[in-house]
Every structure is written in C-alpha cells, then in structure tokens.
C-alpha cells in the first residue's frame, strides 16, 4: 500500500522521529507516498493548472515554435508523440507538456558558455504565466530540499549533507495534459530520473504503480496531498536502499492534468554511494551526465521542416 505522510508532524518538529522512520519504510519499499499538509498553497496550484490550461488551449503553429527537442537544456514545449518513456513497447505517449528550468538571465556565465542544462527558460506570450510558473517552482523547491533533510535523518548522514547539492539545481516543473480516451497509453511504464518526484493532479485516475514482485495498482487521489517518489538518481545515490519503483498513466476517460516537479541534483555534483550504505554498486558520476544520458533516450528528433 502507498501510506500517506502528514509533513506538519516533521515541518512542525510535533513526532519528527516518527515521521522519518515512516518515511524511511516508504522509500525502502514502494519507493511511492502521499505528502499531505506539504504547505503550498492550494491557490497557487489553482493558478498553474489554470496557466497550463491557457497554454495547451493554443494552436500548435503557436506552441511549436516552443519546441523542446530544439532546447538543448529540456525546456520548453513537447508536443503529442515525441516521447517514448517505455523504450520497450515501442508505444508513443499521448501527452503534451511544458518544461521550466532553473532560471537564469541570458547574460549568466554558464548560459553565455553553453553549460549543461544551464539555458534560459523559454515563455509563451501569455500574461502571468512566467511568474505564476516561477512562484510555484520556487515552492516545490523549498519543500524538495525540506524532504531532503528527513532523509538525511533517515540515512544516518551529517546534517546538511545534501543541502550544497541542491542549491541551483537541474529541477524541473512540467505541466502535462493528457487527452481522453484513445488508444495507446498516456504514459509508458518508466522510473524518475531525478532525486524526488512531486506531483499533484486533478484527480482524474490514470496513475499506476508496480512494487518490486507485484502488479500494478493503482495510485489513490487525496485531495490536497502530493505524490512524491524516489528517482533513480537517488536510488543511486543512496547505493539501492531506496527504491524507484516504476508507473505509468493510463489513457484517461477524460482529459487528466498534472504537475511535476522533478528535483534532480546540481549539474556538478557528484552522485556516488553514500557513507554506511556498503560496497558501491555503481561508478560515481554527475548529475549533469546522468540526467543527459536519460534523457537521450526519451525524446524523438524534431520533424524535418
């Protein structure tokens, strides 16, 4: 079963070590909880939902010019059939999205150098979608990095341990809708790439989740709660003691709408198997060319115009 965390008895310090020990259950089974009273504004998730609404609602000649596989730093806009999560079923995914990065301005030495995903932001013309985009990014962040401290908690690790690895992170927030009905699936059977994944929805059905040794089931919708989920990095990382489990959005009976905040490390930092968590079972190696070598094998090449 995916249990549902209250963050208040941590964020409030009322049972933080009863919160930390049914955390660390979490990650080291499913991999997959539900996070209630995280502290984000539910008004503030009503205006994202209502700016990705706007976005989606225009014409494609408009959003393709937005197009994220011509975004060597993954922002921007990625049209209905240009990912394929499941590299294995040869199955496109029915879904459309919109990506933003950690912001810069155009004249920061990392972008003027050409950096891993170290570009600027790209932005439809559409009043206060920026800034509603980027209040809520801050938001997801700062929880992101909370949670960060339970599981340092949870690992044994000095406190502080994570924080330099977050400070300007590959952290992604993506919008995503999916349209109704239909063949296919909305999105195919895939783990996070990142540290943690929060996400919250509309609350239309469609996500699935499959435990190690078991079959899909289905993620259950609390109002106001976020899903959260361990990504591979961290399942790195933490050297296999948490696990990212794989899901998967089934084609909903209406149109389903999400927003993810995918936390992954900063570009330079080095992901290798933490102290206490035995013989490492993978080589060190930046966050930057791990999130590049997944994400090369998701996107399709942009359409010869």
């Known amino acids: 079963m995916i249990p549902i965390l209250d ?4 964020a409030d310090a009322t049972d933080r070590d009863g919160f930390v020990a049914d955390l660390g259950r979490a990650c080291r089974d499913t991999g997959f909880f539900l996070l209630a009273n995280h502290g984000i504004p539910g008004t503030l998730i009503d205006r994202v939902f209502a700016q990705s609404d706007a976005f ?20 921007g806009w990625a049209c209905m059939g240009s990912e394929a999560l499941d590299d294995t079923s040869g199955q496109m995914d029915r879904k459309e999205a919109f990506n933003v990065g950690f912001d ?25 979608f920026r800034e509603t985009m980027l209040e809520y990014y801050g938001a997801a962040l ?5 949670l960060h401290e339970a599981f340092e908690i949870e690992l044994g690790l000095p406190k502080g341990f994570f924080a330099p690895h977050f400070t300007e992170p590959m952290a992604t927030l993506r919008v995503l809708r999916y349209p109704a009905g239909g063949d296919g699936i909305g999105a195919g059977a895939h783990s996070d790439y990142g540290s943690i994944t929060l996400l919250t929805t509309d609350g239309v059905a ?33 050297n296999d003691t948490y696990v990212s489990t794989p899901h998967r959005v089934l084609a909903p009976e209406r149109v389903r709408r999400s927003i993810a905040f995918f936390l992954d490390p900063n570009p330079d930092s080095v992901v290798a198997a933490l102290p206490g968590t035995g013989t490492p079972k993978y080589a060190p190696i930046t966050g930057a060319n791990y999130l590049r070598s997944r994400l090369d094998a998701t996107y399709t090449p942009p359409e010869t115009k």
């Open 7 to 10: 963050w208040s008895r941590f």
């Open 56 to 75: 989606f609602a225009r014409t494609e000649a408009e959003k393709t010019t937005l197009d994220i596989r011509r975004n060597r730093h993954n922002r």
């Open 104 to 128: 810069l301005p155009a004249d920061d030495p990392r972008v003027i150098a050409g950096d891993p995903f170290r570009g600027v932001n790209v932005w439809p013309e559409q009043d206060g």
């Open 142 to 146: 700062s929880l992101g990095v909370a």
């Open 206 to 238: 469609g996500l699935q989740v499959r435990p190690r040794g078991g079959d899909w089931m289905d993620v259950p919708h609390v109002a106001g709660a976020y899903v959260v989920n361990i990504g591979d990095c961290l399942m790195r990382w933490t």
